[in-house]
């Protein structure tokens, strides 16, 4: 009889090749031949920027020990490391119901029997009271035949969110560099701005105690000397709120880091923050493989499309099998002797019959789920493409104002010059001078949000292309 049972599991494990529901096969997307920019961009090439690693990218010491200090310790990128755990340990458990599970197990009965009970027999028929029983065995537990696929499509649908949520983790740390690297330059930019300030106040009270001298010798009018002292008030003011700004930022990259609200080390100053000079997107197929929210969202699909084939399989039977193998004996040497072997059997069937429409419903539940998915799928894959190209027209757009705005700032300190020169030779009005002074300390102040604008754009730029999860 254990020949026929090994043959059953044989021929059981013979018919498991039949898998019903769809088979997953990537959708096919409308890839545009280029990223969308201002000015046409060469040849695509292979080579992307998101093929650098993020220490290759972001020069500065002091950001990439943040960055590091982040990746070990930030919440959000701990969290998604224990689901991609979670997910890890859900495909074991779902895998292994695909496996026989065996189990030992044992028992040892030992009874005394009365001789002056109701069914009490003469001492020479029992010559001995004592009564012992023994079992030990192996017990298949109830062991489901997949002849359908139902539970190689939960196996399969398991590993895809194991590979969703580890593409989800990839997700969180690119991300979180690119967040950390945000936060830090936008640091540096209010750092420089502060200086600004600082000097601009200097150079103003400067020309405020010129005002006064002249104002005292008569030479400045009252009114002179109001306005040299607004333009002082107006730097004053500036630096506070600055100064708020920074410790503010600080605040949030210790929060990104996992650490309690502190100072942050600088490193190199705002004005020598370097990034890659070019900006090769590479392939627009290319992106559809590298950023990790398009491929956790394809592995959702994935999950979604197995689903299907387990609904659809609630409607075939399902066979089980049951079992045990071992001994029964009054004695423990002889408990695995051969008349004592002790086996049984049991196969099982179940067939829904009526249901009331609930495998119907499930199916289509599972339909629809699929459908969403591919809608989110899809979704993901354009809006990747708008990244792409939004921080493409970024890059380019604000490097053009950059430019621009330099030559203005050289032009208005070339006019701030002169205007003083006038101004103290007796030549001109004060007001040329504090005019000239006041569009500088703006021009300035715009200088640096443009220059933090154009090194944003690389950073976005980076990510976008599905840069720094490696």
């Not at 992307?48 to 982040?70: C, G, H, P, T």
């Not at 600088?266 to 070019?278: A, H, S, V």
């Not at 950023?291 to 089980?320: C, H, M, T, W």
């Amino acid at each position: 009889m254990n020949y026929r049972a090994t043959a059953v599991l044989i021929a059981a494990g013979w018919v498991t090749g039949c898998t019903v529901g769809p088979n997953y096969h990537r959708p096919a997307v409308q890839v545009p031949p280029t990223f969308r920019a201002p000015d046409p961009l060469p040849p695509a090439q292979a080579t992307s920027m998101a093929d650098l690693k993020w220490w290759e990218v972001f020069k500065d010491e002091r950001l990439q020990d943040l960055i590091r200090a982040a990746l070990a310790a930030n919440y959000d990128l701990r969290t998604a490391v224990a689901r991609v755990e979670e997910a890890r340990a859900n495909l074991g458990v779902t895998r292994s119901n695909q496996f026989p599970q065996v189990s030992a197990s044992g028992n040892l009965q030992i009874t005394r029997l009365s001789r002056d009970g109701a069914f009490a027999l003469p001492a020479s028929l029992v010559p001995s009271q004592n009564r012992n029983w023994g079992e030990a065995g192996l017990n298949l537990l109830s062991f489901e035949v997949d002849i359908w696929g139902r539970l190689r499509r939960a196996t399969e649908a398991a590993r895809a969110n194991l590979l969703s949520a580890d593409d989800n983790r990839k997700e969180v740390v690119s991300t979180l560099v690119s967040d950390v690297a945000t936060a830090y330059l936008h640091l540096r930019e209010l750092d420089y701005e502060l200086a600004i300030s600082k000097e601009t106040l200097a150079t103003r009270q400067d020309s405020l105690n010129l005002t006064i001298s002249r104002q005292t010798g008569g030479v400045a009018t009252l009114l002179d000397l109001r306005q040299a002292e607004q333009l002082v008030d107006t730097a004053e003011e500036t630096i506070p709120t600055l100064q708020q700004q920074i410790e503010q930022t600080e605040n949030q990259i210790t929060l990104l880091l996992g650490r309690n609200p502190g100072g942050i080390v600088r490193g190199d100053d705002f004005m020598k923050q370097t990034l890659p000079p070019e900006v090769p997107a590479g392939l627009p197929s290319a992106l559809l493989e590298r950023r990790p929210d398009i491929l956790a969202a394809e592995q959702n699909l994935v999950a979604a499309n197995a689903n299907i084939g387990i609904a659809k399989a609630e409607y075939f039977p399902q066979i089980s099998l049951s079992g045990f193998l071992g001994g029964q004996s009054t004695q423990l040497s002889s408990l695995f002797n051969g008349p004592h072997s002790a086996w049984t059997f049991v196969p099982q069937i179940s067939q829904p019959i009526f249901t009331a429409g609930r495998l119907k419903s499930n199916v289509k539940f599972a339909q629809a789920q699929r459908e969403d998915a591919l809608v989110q799928y899809e979704r993901s894959i354009q809006t990747a493409f708008t990244d792409v190209s939004n921080a493409l027209i970024a890059h380019q757009r604000v490097r053009e104002g950059r430019v621009k705005q330099e030559a203005l700032v050289r032009t208005l300190q070339d006019r701030t010059r002169l205007a003083y020169l006038r101004y103290r030779g007796g030549v001109d009005t004060q007001l040329n001078a504090l005019d000239s002074d006041r569009d500088l300390f703006q021009a300035q102040l715009s200088l640096a949000e443009i220059r933090l604008n154009e090194l944003l754009s690389v950073v976005q730029l980076y990510k976008a292309l599905g840069g720094g999860w490696s």
